[in-house]
């Protein structure tokens, strides 16, 4: 190794070492900030505190995108949202002998007494075939009445 290739190896190392030193100043403030930011996150509700960690890699030390952070709670609703279906079919049946159809049946009837079988379906979202069969079977066990129309000629 020539003398000139020294000098630039130790100019190189002199200067990866400058780069490198962080004042003991800039260390405290960094410490002040980061304790205050935790403070901060400490007193909001946890699904917000969560979020901020994630997107901004306080925790874990790797952020995330916008929409990375939405597909983890999305995920994290459709779960709770299933396993308290599951849960809801489960005590039904059990308790009322009914399944989480029917049950919002009784539900859309409740908020709209009086409503007819074609408004219903469209509530429901389903179809008015599906919702007369539905009805056909909650009539027989007792958990509806179906009383006809002054209007309707049909009946």
């Known amino acids: ?7 630039l190896s130790l100019m190189l190392a ?14 405290a403030s960094e410490a002040l ?5 935790m403070r901060v996150l400490a007193a909001l509700p946890r699904r917000e505190r969560e979020v901020i960690e994630m997107r901004y890699g306080i925790v874990g030390g790797r952020s995330r995108t916008l929409e ?8 994290l609703v459709h779960d709770v949202a299933r396993l308290f279906g599951r849960r809801f ?11 989480r159809a029917q049950c919002k049946v009784l539900g859309y009837l ?3 007494e009086g409503i007819n079988q074609a408004g219903l379906a469209d509530l429901l979202e389903i179809k008015p075939m599906t919702l007369v069969r539905q009805i056909d079977r909650m009539e027989e066990d007792g958990w509806i009445e179906r009383q006809p129309q002054p209007g309707d000629r049909r009946a």
């Open 14 to 27: 002199r200067d990866e070492i400058m780069v490198n030193v962080v004042s003991p100043g800039s260390i």
């Open 33 to 37: 900030r980061r304790e205050n930011v």
């Open 1 to 7: 190794m020539t003398s000139i290739s020294k000098n």
């Open 89 to 99: 079919n489960q005590r039904a049946l059990l308790f009322l002998g009914l399944t």
């Open 110 to 112: 409740a908020r709209n």
């Open 68 to 75: 990375e952070v939405g597909r983890a709670f999305g995920f």
